[in-house]
């Protein structure tokens, strides 16, 4: 089972439209949770850590369910600027990160 | 924001030869940076962990003496891939973290792109 895994997709939504991605992590032991967004041959970019309040930054969501082990994000009103990868990552005891997969989000005019 | 400065951004050179990676923090410390990999459509795998004043701790399957990563310093760490094959081409990522700033996530350099021939 991968350390943290996600729907790779490919998620093709029109804009304005919410799209919700999913991600569930295997070590309870993690401490802290982000998720990043990754454009083509580039860098990943942190777009926000992940709380178990849930945080909300504009028009994305966050949530987290330690129980569940189960970290969610939700964009809303969707642009053409949000197609990209967006990683769910998580950070261990020994500070390292484990990446998911990804999952690609295409959004269409 | 923190900001960490990675060089070359892309590379190419000839089978055998070696290639010297930079990873600086500009603007803050980091004791500890990671050199992560990243292959065509697969995430980023963490390759090695590097700690300023002590040796580099590697992952399961990495060959340190292919590998060689310094870190002289509390701005830079350095990933030098020796004697390059065309199967080590890939995207080569550093991140670094400030001291204590475990809420803010890691901030990554722009990569590195390999492409040995």
């Known amino acids: 089972r991968k350390e943290v895994e996600q729907d790779p997709g490919p998620f093709n939504v029109p804009e304005g439209a919410t799209v919700a991605f999913n991600c569930t992590y295997s070590?309870?032991?993690?401490?802290?949770f982000f998720w990043y967004r990754q454009d083509c041959r580039k860098e990943p970019k942190l777009l926000m850590s992940v709380y178990s309040s849930g945080n909300e930054d504009g028009r994305f969501t966050a949530q987290l369910n330690r129980a569940s082990q189960y970290i969610s994000l939700l964009i809303r009103d969707s642009k053409l600027s949000d197609s990209a990868t967006y990683l769910c990552?998580?950070?261990?005891?020994?500070?390292?990160?484990?990446f998911g997969t990804g999952t690609r989000l295409q959004v269409f005019p | 924001g923190a900001v960490v400065s990675q060089h070359p951004s892309w590379v190419i050179c000839k089978s055998g030869t070696s290639v010297k990676i930079e990873c600086r923090s500009l603007d803050f410390q980091a004791t500890t940076m990671f050199w992560y990999r990243q292959f065509p459509k697969q995430s980023l795998m963490l390759m090695a962990t590097?700690?300023?004043?002590?040796?580099?701790?590697?992952e399961q399957g990495v060959e340190k003496d292919k590998f060689l990563i310094n870190h002289a310093s509390l701005t830079l760490s350095t990933l030098t891939v020796t004697s390059a094959h065309p199967e080590d081409s890939s995207f080569y990522i550093c991140?670094?973290?400030?001291?204590?700033?475990?809420?803010?996530?890691?901030?990554f350099g722009s990569g590195t792109r390999l492409t040995v021939v």
């Open positions: 070590n309870s032991a993690s401490q802290s």
């Open positions: 990552v998580v950070r261990l005891p020994t500070d390292k990160l484990i």
């Open positions: 991140s670094a973290r400030e001291s204590g700033a475990f809420r803010y996530g890691y901030t």
């Open positions: 590097s700690n300023e004043g002590s040796k580099a701790t590697y």
